[in-house]
């Protein structure tokens, strides 16, 4: 059974997600920092069918991320796809002159380091078996640095850059990177069927090969 690791699950997008590739036969293995609230939603998963885990991790502390990965792994089977969509700190979200340098990098440790470790321990598998996909879940600031937003402003881009250098290294071996950039709260951006649009969204990147970024709606119709 294939297995998708969700960096950052929680009971939006994350559950959302959980549930559409479930529906494809997936495993899941849920990863946040709250092991209690993982085991809430891998149990409302499993009620509806879904095989769920969690995996408590911080992406700021490698070893506890690395260690999660490789549990998952092992338990629910190798790990096929890669969704990494960690939800910022509110205090990544200051002014720019507000910012220091330790701030700085701790939004960079949380979204640019964090992914390159996540994604260290999971492409070996992925490159043996010739097929697999790492998805990025960023917000506009990815794209447009926004002076209200500073820390995402700095690592976004950082990690979109280590992304979009994978796709490129990867394109002749069957893994995927790709990146969606959600430019605003979901709540607030009038899709038909909210969430599982984004989670279809999602699925449909995994399927198909196609550029490194998507956006979810034109950036000028969002709001970080």
């Known amino acids: 059974m294939p297995t998708i690791a969700i960096v950052g699950a929680g009971p939006g997008l994350g559950a959302a997600v959980a549930r559409r590739f479930g529906a494809e036969g997936f495993s899941v293995a849920l990863l946040s920092r709250d092991q209690a609230k993982l085991d809430a939603l891998a149990a409302e998963l499993g009620a509806g069918g879904v095989t769920a885990r969690g995996y408590a991790a911080d ?59 996540a994604a260290r321990a999971v492409l070996p598998a992925m490159r043996t078996a010739g097929e697999g996909s790492i998805v990025l879940i960023n917000g506009g600031t990815s794209v447009k640095a926004r002076p209200g937003f500073a820390g995402t402003s700095v690592a976004f881009p950082a990690e979109s850059a280590y992304g979009e250098m994978l796709h490129d290294a990867l394109a002749d071996e069957g893994v995927r990177v790709v990146q969606l950039v959600i430019p605003g709260a979901i709540p607030k951006l009038r899709l038909e069927h909210g969430i599982d649009d984004v989670a279809e969204r999602i699925w449909e990147l995994h399927r198909s090969d196609g550029p490194f970024r998507s956006m979810l709606i034109p950036l000028e119709e969002g709001r970080e």
């Open 59 to 117: 992406v700021r502390d490698p070893a506890t991320l690395e260690d999660a990965l490789a549990r998952a792994a092992a338990e629910l089977g190798p790990i096929s796809v890669l969704q990494y969509s960690p939800l910022p700190s509110r205090a990544y979200l200051e002014p720019v002159l507000d910012l220091t340098p330790d701030l700085a990098l701790e939004a960079l440790r949380f979204s640019a380091l964090g992914l390159i470790h």
